[in-house]
């Protein structure tokens, strides 16, 4: 035997505490690990989607007027020199249903109408089973091949297309898209059809043909620049140039929420892996005080004392990072197939990067290795003396712990910010750090706080359970280092679900708040077409129940400051209707004065994250013009904290339906909202506004429902996390029953003294349950402290868009997160407390002669 | 006097490997009420696994043990546990007193694992603390007692719930002379004033001889048995004659 053989016979002489030390760290790894692998797929994805939606395009020229490119511009567009190619796509929302059958359904489509041939040579279009458009097949369309399977479609099926002129012939599917490039927008509900076949469906019916949004365009090796410059000297209407990278760029920032979190939770549960390895370990020395002693009495060194602890932290490292790390594949792959099921976030399939994989081994071997190394110091330190004392050496103090926690904690922070790419998105480096560093921080805190927080917290315990309940809270100051560390790796999985959950509740409710103040009479109906507000009003407010039929009309626009102009968009709306049902939530200006404005013309409102950016108020003017037309001069009438919803992503700019015809040329709408009368059944509102919707190609909308959907995603996002937040809380609880554990072995004797006095092996149990409760309960507690703190300071340092309703507290969520702390802490406690009932009376009362 | 305490036959054997170990060999003995016995012998004799049966910390191989009418050697662990909180109170070498609870708390203890509080039995922990001499240190904590004053709390908490018998394994064994010997005083006070039943495991003779009976044990077995009587000078000198008298 060799000396470094020590080492291993000291793990395997623990072998439950060395098991779930391992499988502390394993879990750390593995979520680590699964989030690198996921915010990997989920940045492939984006490089992915952004190339199979441009093709072999170099630029997207895209048409800024609601009318898009006319055949004019389209025909210019293709003969400029150096472009090869030119694909031009025409969209619109539309509505198809099936054939008339018992079976009759309607279905919300992104229509994208194409050139069959131009298209071929400008995306390789992937699909599952079926044919490309063929001109020679007008009718013929492709639509998502998850999308047929889930609605039971086929090729050869036939729609129709609601809406659209007499005589032309119901739509046939003749290929099923895969999951990739145009296949993949509006989550999959879309159907490509021949451009042609698209315009002359709608054409006579909306009175207005189904506009070209872009034109995409291959150009010739280095003449892009050149292309460019022919496009701004001889296009005539308002347009917009993009490239690939712009798209990349786009749908990155979309997911920059999604990689934000990845960072907290990896850091969470490396921080949390790091608590459980310095915490056993410690006990592994406190507990070997007296071996070491003697080995020392008898010349080891403390450098090889140091070399057997770091032998012990290199095991435990090595072990759990691999089985971490599969583990963490693992994991990957269901999150990835939850994602990808959701669509919350743009995902591919489980990529394999060795790369990754070896960042994950190297990232939990060093934490859990610098995690071991204070432990390991603290062994090589022990003195030959130790071993001649009747008694254990107290340990070092928390204070002297902290520091160096606090180093570890901002060491793994250090090394994660390395790994993972967080320059996505405005402010997601600095909230996601704050977030992490307030989470981390706050833990430290309580650990540093424990003992008044057990005192408060485990005094109803004390009188509920009697003397299971005092002595549990007691022993809780029996090693304050060691109980504060395993209730802070408890604290910050706690922690990190309520921050989620209030995070989630808070856009709930700025949801409901946003579509309740922007929807008056909680209803509302979108047609197919925008169809002439004057023309739809008798039958609008021919629906059966209907007390009010408001048209709001909406247009791109742009705001004009000297030369230069920016995109905006506008909406008209009526401000007696908004001002009778109580729509509109004013942040500045008076309500009924900015009605009154409103109503008096040349006044407009304006979203509150647009004036905070712009330092806009009340009484300041705005010059608005439709794009290509001479702007009008616009009073300021009032602030409002949200507006109707728009491509820009501040929300719309509100006038009068007044203003928006007789300044703008507005008079047509697509958007009706529709108040119930009180005394009709709303069941049979509700019938009568979705045969509306249905006979005019629309949909019928309600306030709570456009909320449940706003919140719906967001919620499936943060569940993803909750089950990664629970994977942290999981690992806390392997420490639960580590530091129980060795606190039983310890008092073994005092134990037997209570059975000696009457205390029955239930109650031993019980002693020991209350206690890993108090730990859970401390943990519930302040965790709801930290978790609240994290969440405010995300919704506070978000924009207003985002979190305008401020913090929501998520009571329920709260009590079930103190409950989960008592619950977690409680199972990690019957393992010790069945080994403490087990405590022999005769074997820890002999006496010494 | 009525007997309190009666063991009957005892055996005790522990297996070692595929055989076993004899500890104790059919020992039988009867203690009666108010009287102060010590159970004497070297290490090993198995004085101690005497204790433990006699306390029903454990169980014998066979025969009985019958605690003030009791028979708790036939009682499951959970029955035996209650009998032993109602009829039984330990001394022990280590004085094992709860670091986290105060003086009060802890001679309280009992009570608190019986379910009561430590307010319903103020009075009592007071009259305790007064006749352990520790009346001004109901507050303070075990650490920051001597050795002498946590082994008085240690007999304050035995005598808490006026046990039928207290058992005493060695409680002189961690103290220096002079403390000891303020220990077997309160020992001997409890029995001759307040009748105490007292059962005292020992290896020195100069504890042992408080005792008013003495028996000798060897092999697991009771060898001899020296009946000293209630005396107040506590002279060792007779005991260790009769023990060198047999051989010891």
Same mark, same amino acid.
């Given at each position: 035997?060799r000396?470094g053989?020590?080492?291993?016979?000291?793990?395997a002489?623990?072998p439950l505490?060395?098991?779930l030390?391992?499988?502390?760290?394993?879990?750390?790894?593995?979520?680590?690990?699964?989030t690198?692998?996921?915010?990997?797929?989920?940045?492939?994805?984006?490089?992915?989607?952004?190339?199979?939606?441009?093709g072999?395009a170099?630029?997207?020229?895209?048409?800024?007027?609601?009318?898009g490119?006319t055949?004019?511009?389209i025909?210019a567009l293709?003969?400029?020199?150096g472009?090869?190619?030119?694909?031009?796509?025409?969209?619109?929302r539309g509505?198809?249903?099936?054939?008339?059958s018992?079976?009759?359904r309607t279905?919300?489509?992104?229509?994208l109408?194409?050139d069959a041939?131009?298209?071929?040579?400008?995306?390789?279009?992937?699909?599952?089973?079926?044919?490309?458009?063929?001109?020679a097949?007008?009718?013929?369309?492709l639509v998502?091949?998850?999308?047929?399977?889930?609605?039971?479609?086929?090729i050869?099926?036939e729609?129709?297309?609601l809406g659209?002129?007499?005589?032309?012939?119901?739509v046939?599917?003749?290929?099923?898209?895969?999951d990739?490039?145009?296949g993949?927008?509006?989550?999959?509900?879309?159907?490509?059809?021949?451009r042609d076949?698209?315009?002359?469906?709608?054409?006579?019916?909306?009175?207005?043909?189904?506009?070209?949004r872009?034109?995409?365009?291959?150009?010739?090796?280095?003449?892009?620049d050149?292309?460019?410059a022919?496009i701004d000297?001889?296009?005539?209407?308002?347009?917009?140039?993009?490239t690939?990278a712009?798209?990349e760029?786009?749908?990155?920032?979309a997911?920059?929420?999604?990689a934000?979190?990845?960072?907290?939770?990896s850091?969470?549960a490396?921080?949390?892996?790091?608590?459980?390895?310095?915490?056993?370990?410690?006990m592994?020395?406190?507990?070997r005080?007296?071996e070491?002693?003697?080995?020392r009495?008898?010349g080891t060194?403390?450098?090889?004392?140091?070399?057997?602890?770091l032998?012990?932290g290199?095991?435990?490292?090595?072990?759990g990072?691999?089985a971490?790390?599969l583990a963490?594949?693992?994991l990957?792959?269901l999150?990835?197939?939850?994602?990808r099921?959701?669509?919350?976030?743009?995902v591919?399939?489980?990529?394999?990067h060795?790369?990754?994989?070896?960042?994950?081994?190297?990232?939990?071997?060093?934490?859990t290795?610098?995690?071991?190394?204070l432990p390991?110091?603290a062994?090589?330190?022990?003195?030959?003396?130790?071993?001649?004392?009747?008694s254990?050496q107290?340990?070092?103090?928390?204070?002297?712990?902290?520091?160096?926690?606090?180093?570890?904690?901002?060491?793994?922070?250090?090394v994660?910010m390395?790994?993972?790419?967080?320059?996505?998105?405005?402010?997601?480096?600095?909230?996601?750090?704050?977030?992490?560093?307030?989470?981390?921080?706050?833990?430290?805190?309580v650990?540093?706080l424990?003992?008044?927080?057990a005192?408060?917290?485990?005094?109803?315990?004390?009188?509920?359970?009697?003397?299971e309940?005092?002595?549990?809270?007691?022993?809780?100051?029996?090693?304050?280092v060691?109980?504060?560390l395993?209730?802070?790796?408890?604290?910050?999985?706690?922690?990190?679900?309520?921050?989620?959950?209030?995070?989630?509740?808070s856009?709930r409710?700025?949801?409901?708040r946003?579509?309740?103040?922007i929807?008056?009479?909680?209803?509302?109906?979108?047609l197919?077409?925008a169809?002439?507000i004057?023309?739809?009003?008798?039958?609008?407010e021919s629906?059966?129940g209907?007390?009010l039929?408001?048209a709001?009309?909406?247009?791109p626009?742009v705001?004009?400051?000297?030369?230069?102009?920016r995109?905006?968009?506008?909406?008209?709306?009526?401000?007696?209707?908004?001002?009778?049902?109580?729509?509109?939530?004013?942040?500045?200006g008076?309500?009924?004065?900015?009605f009154?404005?409103?109503?008096?013309?040349?006044?407009?409102?304006v979203p509150e994250p647009m004036a905070?950016?712009?330092g806009?108020?009340?009484?300041?003017t705005?010059?608005?013009?439709?794009?290509g037309?001479?702007?009008?001069?616009l009073?300021?009438?009032?602030?409002?904290?949200?507006?109707?919803?728009?491509?820009?992503?501040?929300?719309?700019l509100?006038?009068s339906?007044?203003?928006?015809?007789?300044?703008?040329?507005l008079t047509?709408?697509e958007?009706?909202?529709?108040?119930p009368?009180?005394?009709?059944?709303?069941?049979?509102?509700?019938?009568?506004?979705?045969?509306t919707?249905?006979?005019?190609?629309?949909?019928?909308v309600?306030?709570?429902e456009l909320?449940?959907?706003l919140?719906r995603?967001?919620?499936?996002l943060?569940?993803?996390?909750?089950?990664?937040?629970?994977?942290?809380?999981?690992?806390?609880?392997?420490?639960?029953?580590?530091t129980?554990?060795?606190?039983?072995a310890?008092?073994?004797?005092?134990?037997?003294?209570?059975?000696?006095?009457?205390?029955t092996?239930?109650?031993?149990?019980?002693?020991?349950v209350t206690?890993?409760?108090?730990?859970?309960?401390?943990?519930?507690?302040?965790a709801?402290?930290?978790g609240?703190?994290?969440?405010?300071?995300?919704v506070?340092?978000?924009g207003p868009?985002?979190?305008?309703?401020?913090?929501?507290?998520?009571?329920?969520?709260?009590?079930?997160?103190?409950l989960?702390?008592?619950?977690?802490?409680?199972?990690?406690?019957?393992y010790p407390?069945?080994?403490?009932?087990?405590t022999?009376?005769?074997?820890n009362?002999r006496?010494?002669? | 006097?009525p %007997?309190i305490l009666? #063991? =009957?036959?005892?055996?005790?054997?522990?297996? *070692? &490997?595929s055989?076993?170990v004899?500890?104790? +060999?059919?020992?039988s003995l009867t203690?009666?009420?108010?009287?102060?016995?010590a159970?004497?012998?070297t290490s090993g004799?198995?004085?101690?696994?005497m204790?433990?049966l006699?306390?029903?910390?454990?169980?014998?191989t066979s025969?009985?043990v019958?605690i003030d009418?009791?028979?708790?050697?036939r009682?499951?662990?959970?029955?035996?546990?209650?009998?032993?909180?109602?009829?039984?109170?330990?001394?022990?070498q280590?004085f094992n007193?709860?670091p986290?609870?105060?003086?009060a708390?802890?001679?309280?203890?009992?009570?608190l694992?019986a379910?009561?509080?430590q %307010?319903?039995?103020? #009075? =009592?922990?007071?009259?305790l603390?007064?006749? *352990? &001499?520790?009346s001004?240190?109901?507050?303070? +904590?075990?650490?920051?007692l001597?050795a002498?004053?946590q082994?008085?709390?240690?007999?304050?908490?035995?005598l808490a719930t006026?046990?039928?018998?207290l058992m005493?394994?060695e409680?002189?064994?961690?103290?220096?002379?002079t403390?000891?010997?303020e220990?077997?005083d309160?020992l001997?006070?409890?029995?001759?004033?307040?009748?105490q039943?007292?059962?005292?495991?020992?290896?020195?003779?100069?504890?042992?001889?408080?005792?008013?009976?003495v028996?000798?044990?060897?092999?697991g077995a009771?060898?001899?048995?020296?009946?000293?009587?209630?005396?107040?000078?506590?002279?060792?000198?007779p005991?260790?004659?009769?023990?060198a008298?047999?051989?010891?």
């Amino acid at each position: 035997m060799r000396l470094g053989d020590i080492a291993w016979r000291g793990l395997a002489a623990r072998p439950l505490r060395t098991a779930l030390t391992v499988i502390g760290v394993a879990l750390g790894v593995a979520v680590l690990s699964a989030t690198l692998i996921t915010s990997q797929a989920a940045t492939e994805a984006v490089r992915r989607a952004a190339q199979e939606l441009y093709g072999d395009a170099d630029l997207r020229v895209r048409a800024f007027d609601a009318d898009g490119f006319t055949p004019r511009s389209i025909t210019a567009l293709r003969q400029v020199p150096g472009v090869l190619n030119a694909a031009a796509v025409s969209e619109k929302r539309g509505v198809v249903s099936t054939t008339p059958s018992e079976d009759d359904r309607t279905f919300s489509l992104l229509l994208l109408g194409v050139d069959a041939e131009d298209e071929a040579r400008m995306r390789p279009h992937e699909l599952a089973t079926g044919e490309f458009l063929d001109p020679a097949l007008p009718h013929g369309v492709l639509v998502n091949a998850g999308w047929a399977r889930q609605n039971g479609f086929g090729i050869g099926d036939e729609l129709i297309l609601l809406g659209h002129r007499q005589g032309v012939p119901n739509v046939r599917i003749v290929g099923l898209l895969e999951d990739a490039g145009f296949g993949a927008l509006a989550s999959g509900s879309v159907m490509v059809l021949n451009r042609d076949f698209l315009a002359e469906a709608f054409e006579a019916s909306a009175e207005t043909p189904v506009p070209v949004r872009y034109v995409d365009l291959q150009v010739a090796a280095d003449r892009t620049d050149d292309v460019q410059a022919a496009i701004d000297a001889g296009l005539t209407e308002p347009f917009v140039v993009e490239t690939v990278a712009d798209a990349e760029a786009q749908l990155d920032r979309a997911q920059a929420g999604f990689a934000g979190l990845a960072f907290l939770f990896s850091m969470v549960a490396l921080a949390v892996g790091a608590f459980l390895v310095a915490n056993t370990l410690g006990m592994t020395v406190a507990e070997r005080t007296r071996e070491i002693g003697l080995l020392r009495a008898a010349g080891t060194t403390s450098r090889q004392v140091l070399g057997i602890f770091l032998r012990q932290g290199g095991a435990i490292a090595v072990l759990g990072s691999l089985a971490g790390v599969l583990a963490g594949v693992a994991l990957a792959v269901l999150l990835i197939a939850f994602l990808r099921s959701t669509r919350a976030v743009l995902v591919t399939g489980v990529p394999f990067h060795p790369g990754a994989v070896a960042l994950a081994l190297l990232l939990g071997g060093l934490v859990t290795l610098a995690a071991a190394a204070l432990p390991a110091i603290a062994a090589s330190r022990v003195s030959p003396l130790d071993a001649l004392r009747p008694s254990r050496q107290p340990g070092r103090t928390l204070r002297e712990r902290l520091p160096w926690l606090a180093a570890l904690v901002g060491g793994a922070l250090l090394v994660g910010m390395a790994a993972y790419p967080l320059d996505r998105g405005r402010g997601s480096l600095a909230g996601v750090l704050l977030g992490a560093g307030i989470l981390l921080g706050g833990t430290l805190l309580v650990a540093a706080l424990l003992q008044p927080l057990a005192a408060v917290v485990g005094r109803p315990f004390a009188l509920f359970f009697g003397a299971e309940g005092l002595l549990g809270r007691a022993n809780l100051g029996r090693d304050r280092v060691r109980t504060a560390l395993t209730v802070g790796a408890l604290t910050i999985g706690l922690a990190a679900v309520v921050a989620l959950s209030a995070v989630s509740a808070s856009a709930r409710a700025t949801a409901d708040r946003w579509v309740e103040s922007i929807l008056p009479g909680g209803h509302g109906v979108r047609l197919g077409v925008a169809a002439d507000i004057a023309f739809m009003r008798p039958e609008i407010e021919s629906i059966t129940g209907a007390r009010l039929a408001t048209a709001i009309v909406e247009s791109p626009a742009v705001i004009v400051e000297g030369d230069t102009a920016r995109e905006a968009w506008l909406a008209g709306i009526d401000p007696t209707a908004f001002q009778d049902e109580g729509a509109l939530i004013f942040v500045e200006g008076r309500r009924a004065a900015a009605f009154e404005a409103l109503r008096g013309g040349g006044a407009v409102l304006v979203p509150e994250p647009m004036a905070a950016r712009e330092g806009l108020a009340p009484g300041d003017t705005l010059r608005v013009g439709l794009p290509g037309a001479e702007p009008v001069e616009l009073e300021i009438a009032g602030v409002v904290a949200y507006s109707l919803p728009s491509r820009v992503t501040d929300g719309a700019l509100l006038v009068s339906l007044a203003d928006a015809r007789d300044a703008f040329g507005l008079t047509e709408a697509e958007l009706w909202a529709v108040a119930p009368q009180p005394d009709v059944p709303i069941s049979a509102f509700r019938d009568a506004l979705e045969e509306t919707a249905r006979r005019n190609g629309g949909q019928s909308v309600t306030a709570a429902e456009l909320a449940d959907q706003l919140g719906r995603s967001l919620g499936r996002l943060i569940g993803l996390f909750d089950v990664l937040a629970l994977l942290a809380v999981l690992i806390g609880g392997l420490g639960v029953v580590n530091t129980l554990a060795m606190g039983v072995a310890e008092r073994a004797r005092e134990i037997a003294i209570l059975r000696s006095h009457g205390m029955t092996v239930r109650q031993v149990q019980a002693m020991v349950v209350t206690e890993a409760a108090i730990i859970g309960a401390v943990g519930g507690l302040a965790a709801i402290g930290i978790g609240l703190l994290v969440a405010w300071t995300t919704v506070t340092l978000s924009g207003p868009r985002e979190f305008a309703a401020g913090l929501a507290v998520p009571w329920v969520v709260l009590a079930a997160v103190v409950l989960l702390g008592i619950g977690v802490a409680s199972a990690a406690g019957i393992y010790p407390a069945r080994a403490a009932a087990r405590t022999s009376m005769t074997d820890n009362l002999r006496h010494f002669e | 006097m009525p %007997a309190i305490l009666e #063991a =009957r036959d005892l055996v005790k054997r522990y297996p *070692v &490997g595929s055989s076993s170990v004899e500890a104790l +060999r059919g020992v039988s003995l009867t203690v009666e009420q108010g009287e102060f016995v010590a159970i004497m012998g070297t290490s090993g004799s198995g004085k101690s696994t005497m204790l433990h049966l006699l306390g029903g910390l454990d169980r014998p191989t066979s025969g009985e043990v019958v605690i003030d009418g009791v028979e708790i050697s036939r009682l499951d662990d959970e029955s035996a546990t209650l009998t032993r909180r109602a009829k039984t109170g330990f001394v022990f070498q280590f004085f094992n007193l709860i670091p986290l609870l105060n003086v009060a708390e802890n001679v309280a203890l009992p009570f608190l694992i019986a379910g009561g509080s430590q %307010a319903e039995h103020r #009075a =009592r922990v007071d009259e305790l603390l007064e006749l *352990v &001499g520790l009346s001004g240190k109901a507050g303070n +904590r075990p650490d920051q007692l001597s050795a002498g004053e946590q082994q008085r709390v240690a007999l304050a908490r035995a005598l808490a719930t006026g046990p039928a018998i207290l058992m005493a394994d060695e409680p002189t064994g961690n103290l220096d002379y002079t403390t000891g010997t303020e220990i077997l005083d309160l020992l001997w006070d409890s029995c001759d004033r307040l009748g105490q039943t007292i059962v005292l495991v020992t290896h020195a003779a100069h504890a042992a001889a408080y005792a008013d009976r003495v028996l000798v044990v060897q092999d697991g077995a009771i060898l001899d048995e020296i009946k000293l009587g209630r005396r107040r000078d506590h002279e060792a000198r007779p005991l260790i004659a009769r023990l060198a008298a047999l051989g010891l």
